[in-house]
């Protein structure tokens, strides 16, 4: 019995450490596996945040800003130019499909034409350029200021001119809905890159990606 003891201890030490041996193997395989998600995940995001961020922006976004239009004026030969709505300018040089023309129509309104569709909008003050209007009392008018839900990382943006680059972008949307009592509706839809930096956090809303911002929609109706 005596002889036969040492090799029971030895036994039950061996089957000890093994078990030992297999836990620990478990979790490095656990973690191995938790590390490369998050690796992936973070390339995803990386290298394809922004298509990410452009399909969730098809769902929802979320609303940085919103008010009634007071006065709308256009400075532009009739196409491209600004539409100042307000005190916000945004460009119709810029644009992926619509391409309006603005101009003032038989009865001396400014209005917009877009596929062989005209909106009017209201009376133009006066002769002088650029053409403005105010809002009429009756017409619903709002400009509402939107941006991504998802922003994405840009480590690998470099400006070697100014050594000043960003380290996020989101997308931001500017959309502009005017209806009549008549019932004729405009709906124009901009969209931006925005631009975080480190020192100065969020910057301008009117950073552009060649032949994904600017004017991204442009709907009358009836």
């Known amino acids: 019995m005596s002889r036969r003891l040492p090799w029971v201890l030895y036994t039950a030490t061996q089957r000890r450490g ?3 041996s297999i836990k620990m193997r478990k979790i490095l395989i656990t973690l191995g596996i938790l590390i490369a998600f998050v690796v992936t995940i973070l390339a995803i995001w ?4 922004r298509r990410i961020s452009l399909f969730l922006d098809r769902f929802v976004t979320i609303e ?3 008010e009634r239009i007071n006065s ?3 400075e532009g030969s009739g196409t491209g130019g600004i539409l100042r709505v307000n005190d916000l300018g945004l ?4 644009r992926n499909d619509p391409a309006p023309s603005i101009g003032t129509t038989k009865n001396d309104q400014l209005g917009l034409a877009n596929a062989g569709k005209v909106f009017a909008f209201s009376p ?3 002769e ?3 053409l403005a209007v105010a809002t009429p009392a009756s017409d619903e008018a709002f400009v509402e200021i939107r941006r991504s839900i998802l922003s994405w990382p840009t480590p690998f943006d470099f400006n070697f001119m ?5 380290s996020w972008k989101r997308h931001v949307y500017y959309r502009l809905l005017w209806k009549k009592p008549s019932g004729a509706k405009l709906e124009m839809l901009w969209r931006y890159q925005q631009y975080f930096y480190p020192d100065n956090g969020w910057a301008s809303g009117f950073m552009t990606d060649k032949g994904s911002t600017g004017l991204i929609k442009l709907d009358i109706s009836p």
């Open 46 to 49: 990386i290298f394809g945040g």
């Open 18 to 20: 093994y078990g030992r």
């Open 72 to 74: 709308l004026s256009y």
């Open 64 to 66: 940085m800003a919103s």
């Open 124 to 126: 133009v003050r006066s």
């Open 162 to 166: 100014t050594g000043h680059s960003p």
């Open 128 to 130: 002088a350029e650029p």
């Open 91 to 94: 460009s119709l040089n810029d």
